[in-house]
């Protein structure tokens, strides 16, 4: 093993108690073996899963612990500490940046591929929702180091990329997913993209990337600054939803309906019946925005049936998505930074949570904490 010398013992982490109960730690370091490693955690995005968290309103089972947890599950950092097994199984050593991957898993089985760490028969967990008290703890990464399990995912990712441009990998590998992978999005598509936020941006971004003829985002007017980078990053049009029903508009714009329809709008049960309505025929329909239990979504069945749809629920990305998001990121093909609009220090989570949560009134599109900055 290299590289543990010149590491502290203990490390600050924020631990999740319980639903709105986050509170600044010191947890040792762990004692690695020659198959995990240790990360100094860099930067660590942040999603709506994170607020839902925090909230309590993740629902716990085998690979999802909520609580009590060090939470995050998006990081980047710096290999500071690797058993010989892993530095060579991982193809990375003492000082490299990587992208880590939230679940860990074989990452080689045909589950681990489709990103269904459920039937991986190695089984495995997801990072910032393991439990505290599993050994060794460190399992997220609101926290200055972290734990890296044997079974982990990583990819080097260039050093020299911003923080806050590299940080973009997971939102942008569920946009590569969801706007182009997912649906087979190609140059003669017509996009319509529900909810303008960082993965309706990334969807976006894939859309565009797979060639897409035509890409419409819509959004509500409290997300005007969004739908503004929408169309600097390359929209075709956008449109604001409040209290209209969009789709004689997104027909008209398309001239007779959109081929790909990716809904990432959370908890609007209207969204289904727009986004078949929006539809041409043939017309492939990606769902990956949850509703909510007890929301009574108005079903279509005949349209689909009329229209020949494909319908596409979506909950996280497969593998070779994280890696081309990776590869994305450097080439600098997209300003993909510009999404980033907050940073905090690792002691101020929790206003990290309320910003991206939209509830302190700031623009926030994607938000991340840097344990070590402040
Ligand atoms: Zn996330
Ligand atoms: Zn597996």
Same mark, same amino acid.
């Given at each position: ?101 939230? @679940? ?71 946009? *590569? ?35 897409? @003829? ?16 929408? @169309? ?86 497969? *593998? ?55």
């Amino acid at each position: 093993m290299t590289g543990r010398d010149a590491l502290p013992d203990v490390a600050r982490a924020m631990v999740l108690r319980g639903p709105g109960a986050l509170e600044l730690a010191e947890l040792p370091l762990p004692q690695l073996t020659e198959d995990d490693a240790l990360l100094r955690v860099e930067i660590c995005g942040l999603c709506g899963t994170d607020y839902e968290q925090f909230d309590g309103k993740v629902q716990s089972n085998e690979y999802y612990k909520p609580f009590p947890s060090v939470p995050g599950h998006e990081p980047l950092g710096l290999i500071a500490a690797i058993g010989s097994r892993a530095a060579e199984r991982w193809a990375v050593d003492v000082g490299d940046r990587v992208a880590v991957r939230s @679940s860990y898993g074989c990452g080689r089985c045909a589950a681990c591929l489709d990103f269904d760490p459920a039937r991986c028969p190695t089984r495995g967990g997801t990072y910032g929702f393991t439990h505290v008290d599993t050994a060794p703890g460190l399992w997220g990464a609101f926290s200055e180091y972290m734990y890296l399990h044997p079974l982990s995912v990583v990819r080097k990712l260039d050093p020299h990329i911003p923080a806050s441009l590299a940080v973009m990998f997971n939102p942008l590998a569920a946009g *590569l997913s969801w706007g182009a992978s997912v649906p087979g999005t190609g140059p003669a598509d017509k996009v319509v993209i529900m909810g303008p936020g960082q993965r309706g941006l990334c969807s976006l971004v894939a859309a565009l990337d797979a060639g897409a @003829s035509q890409v419409i985002v819509t959004g509500l007017g409290s997300d005007q600054h969004k739908l503004e980078l929408a @169309s600097e990053l390359g929209a075709n049009h956008t449109i604001v939803v409040d209290g209209i029903d969009p789709t004689d508009q997104v027909l008209e714009l398309t001239s007779g309906g959109a081929s790909v329809v990716i809904d990432t709008t959370p908890f609007f049960e209207g969204a289904f019946k727009q986004a078949v309505g929006m539809c041409a025929r043939r017309g492939r329909i990606v769902l990956a925005g949850l509703k909510g239990a007890g929301v009574s979504a108005e079903l279509v069945p005949d349209e689909i049936v009329y229209k020949e749809l494909s319908v596409r629920g979506v909950l996280s990305m497969p *593998l070779p998505d994280f890696h081309r998001a990776c590869e994305l990121i450097e080439t600098g093909r997209y300003p993909l930074e510009r999404l980033h609009t907050h940073s905090f220090p690792l002691a101020q989570a929790e206003q990290a949570i309320a910003t991206l949560a939209g509830r302190t009134g700031d623009r926030a599109i994607h938000v991340a904490i840097e344990p070590w900055s402040g």
